[in-house]
């Protein structure tokens, strides 16, 4: 098939050629581009709620300073982060169990041609996102950069085709990048 294609790109005349071309770099520079927004919009929600949980916190240390009863706040910041991590992992487990981990074992899984169920969804974007953002909130020990290679591959996933299978939408866009070969 890889001869197929270079026998393809021959054939094509150079005006034809430098269009395919034009639509690879404007494809790569969407992608790009909402990867990034993807990226900070978490960074947006992972600050505010920190803000917000630190702000509970701060506000619980400076009630009980005088009274003495700042263990209460320890526990306030553990049940607060403990609550985050809770949603984040309910999310994940019961709505969309393909976006845990970092995702690249299953993109790299997904390139090498192993078919891996709703790998590549939109669903599967949304609860990553907010998955990450939880966990991040929530104190755990984890990055955002794993992830978001993964919802960088569902992002690809859903432009280059220039359709989507999850909003059933065909946008009659990329339409020769349809084939195994691009």
Not at 153 to 166: D, K, L, N, R, Y
Request: hydrophobic share 50%; aromatic share 10%; proline share 3%.
């Amino acid at each position: 098939t890889l001869f197929r294609s270079m026998e393809e790109e021959r054939r094509i005349n150079h005006a034809t050629f430098r269009t395919v071309e034009i639509q690879r770099w404007v494809i790569c520079g969407f992608i790009g581009i909402i990867t990034g927004l993807i990226a900070c919009f978490i960074n947006i929600v992972v600050e505010q709620l920190a803000g917000i949980k630190y702000q509970i916190v701060k506000d619980n240390i400076d009630k009980f300073t005088n009274t003495g009863g700042l263990s209460f706040s320890l526990l306030l910041w553990a049940v607060l982060n403990s609550a985050l991590v809770v949603i984040g992992s309910i999310i994940v487990a019961y709505i969309e169990p393909v976006a845990a981990g970092s995702g690249i074992p299953q993109i790299k899984c997904f390139l090498n041609g192993v078919k891996i169920p709703h790998v590549v969804r939109l669903k599967t974007l949304v609860v990553k996102v907010f998955g990450v953002i939880f966990s991040v909130a929530g104190g755990l020990a984890v990055g955002k950069e794993g992830p978001m290679i993964h919802s960088g591959a569902v992002v690809a996933a859903g432009i280059s085709p220039g359709s989507s299978t999850s909003l059933k939408k065909d946008f009659k866009v990329f339409e020769y990048f349809r084939r195994d070969t691009e």
